[in-house]
């Protein structure tokens, strides 16, 4: 969560990009543009972030499953505390 927080506030930069837009850094570097941000990101993300793990656990052979199985499930606690680091530290870092 806490990187695809990070990815999702930079789309809003590489569509200025690919505009010839500048500033670069619009809404989405705002306190109020990063927490919805993070909040859609959250709401929308956790479900894509478990099916990327149970695809993730399906390629492995039974030994690297051994070493290299994660678990599938992901709280919210751990998507919200992932969401909310990743935005606002995106936030303070691009400020």
Do not use: Y
């Amino acid at each position: 969560m806490f990187v695809l927080t990070q990815i999702t506030m930079d789309l809003e930069v590489l569509m200025r990009l690919m505009l010839g837009a500048f500033p670069l850094h619009g809404f989405t570097n705002t306190i109020l543009g990063a927490t919805a941000v993070l909040a859609v990101t959250i709401v929308l993300g956790k479900p894509v972030c478990e099916w990327a793990l149970h695809w993730w656990n399906r390629k492995l052979s039974p030994a690297q499953s051994r070493w290299l199985r994660v678990s599938e499930g992901i709280s919210w606690t751990a998507a919200c505390l992932g969401g909310i680091s990743g935005g606002f530290s995106h936030f303070v870092l691009d400020a």
